[in-house]
């Protein structure tokens, strides 16, 4: 009986890095021209989403943990603040002051002062829905134009690849999920 091997991280293929290389700036520009946002907007906005907790049903995280999350994925403190005043500016967050006793059953307990938040407004949902909408759109139009020359790469992404990117995905941001405060 042949047993399962795993990839390991060595061996990712260079088609890979050059996949992510040309991916990112295309997902950059769809936001911008198509939706209005940068990318670091998106993705502040997803934070949210996926580490928010619900107060005042909005997704909510406090401030200081927010711009903690993104320090650690590479955003400058003076990113941060940019990126947070634009967001608000645009509507699609909201500061939020976080009463102490509410603040201690959802986030984790601390003895600290500061109970400034930062939540999702609907603006912001429906921004992401945007995003994402305009993805399926792009995404669409391309498996249409390549499966009239090759119909076979419809069949392999719905039966293939498809599922296996669903379960890839649903790991990733439950390990997220799991790792933030």
């Known amino acids: 009986m042949a047993t399962k091997s795993s990839l390991h991280p060595s061996e990712l293929p260079d088609e890979f890095f050059t996949a ?10 769809v936001a911008q021209s198509e939706c209005g946002i940068s990318i670091g907007g998106l993705l502040v906005m997803m934070h949210l989403t996926i580490s928010g907790k619900e107060f005042e049903e909005r997704r909510t995280m406090l401030r200081r943990d927010l711009t903690m999350l993104l320090l650690e994925r ?3 403190e003076t990113r941060v603040s940019r990126l947070l005043q634009d967001l608000e500016f645009d509507g699609f967050i909201q500061r939020v002051s976080v009463p102490p006793s509410l603040r201690g059953r959802l986030f984790e307990p601390s003895e600290r002062a500061n109970v400034l938040a930062i939540a999702l407004t609907e603006s912001g949902v429906n921004k992401i829905k945007e995003f994402k909408e305009a993805l399926r759109r ?4 391309w498996l249409s134009e390549t499966s009239k020359d090759q119909p076979w790469v419809g ?4 039966r293939l690849l498809l599922p296996r990117a669903i379960k890839l995905a649903q790991s990733v941001i439950q390990r997220i999920a799991e790792a933030e405060p």
């Open 155 to 158: 069949r392999w992404l719905n």
């Open 20 to 29: 992510i290389a040309f991916l990112v700036p295309y997902l950059n520009r």
């Open 138 to 141: 792009h995404f669409g139009n």
């Open 74 to 76: 590479g955003f400058s």
